[in-house]
């Protein structure tokens, strides 16, 4: 052979045993991305208590027919995306060796995150009423049991066109503390520091 070569050993006992804790370390990650998960579905909900998406930007308000429903059924007139708490209160992860998946499992919740227009197909109701002993029909609507008068309503096709408000993301800020969590799950507090 000509040419030249030369090969290196690592004799430092040492070192070894770092190298050693460090493969360790890194065949078990789902610790790592757990701690991850947490982080994110922690910023979500902040994001969901300050109504802001991802980059900080406010949501954009509450028509006032909506906020008028809300009022009648005795909801939270104002919170977006917060009415009874189901989506923001469903917001998980799930931690693998090899990553982090952070979502809802609230079938509306892609619909709130992207925003679009959603079809609502002609239908008929029938609406329940119970009339007085003058024989007025009262004004509020009764179960079907207690009805004495019926009326049957139309309504026509339409669409509901919803905004996107953004919750689910990873900010500049989220990933500098991913990083500072990788730091500190490579570098458990009795080993020598790791730097990338």
């Known amino acids: 052979m000509s040419g030249i070569s030369f090969s290196v050993a690592l004799v430092d006992n040492e070192a070894q045993r770092n190298i050693r804790n460090l493969v360790a370390i890194l065949a078990n990650r789902q610790p790592f991305?757990?701690?991850?998960?947490?982080?994110?579905v922690g910023e979500t909900g902040?994001?969901?208590?300050?109504?802001?998406?991802?980059?900080g930007q406010p949501w954009e308000p509450l028509k006032p027919s909506t906020v008028k429903k809300r009022a009648k059924r005795r909801r939270s007139a104002i919170k977006i995306l917060r009415e009874r708490g189901y989506l923001a209160g469903s917001i998980n992860y799930a931690a693998t060796n090899d990553e982090v998946r952070i979502g809802s499992p609230?079938?509306?919740?892609?619909?709130?995150?992207?925003?679009?227009?959603?079809?609502?197909?002609?239908?008929?109701?029938?609406?329940?009423?119970?009339?007085?002993?003058?024989?007025?029909?009262?004004?509020?609507?009764?179960a079907?049991?207690?009805?004495?008068?019926?009326?049957?309503?139309?309504?026509?096709?339409?669409?509901?066109?919803?905004?996107?408000?953004?919750?689910?993301?990873?900010?500049?800020?989220?990933?500098?503390?991913?990083?500072?969590?990788?730091?500190?799950?490579?570098?458990?507090?009795?080993?020598?520091?790791?730097?990338?």
Request: proline share 6%.
């Open 33 to 40: 991305f757990a701690t991850v998960g947490e982080h994110i």
């Open 46 to 55: 902040r994001r969901f208590r300050a109504e802001t998406d991802p980059d």
């Open 106 to 142: 609230v079938e509306y919740a892609a619909i709130h995150q992207l925003g679009g227009t959603i079809d609502m197909p002609a239908r008929e109701q029938t609406l329940y009423f119970k009339r007085n002993r003058k024989g007025d029909v009262g004004r509020r609507f009764v």
């Open 144 to 196: 079907k049991k207690k009805a004495n008068h019926t009326v049957t309503a139309q309504r026509s096709s339409h669409q509901i066109t919803i905004p996107a408000r953004p919750f689910l993301g990873v900010t500049a800020a989220d990933e500098a503390e991913i990083a500072d969590i990788a730091e500190c799950w490579l570098n458990p507090p009795a080993q020598p520091r790791i730097k990338f």
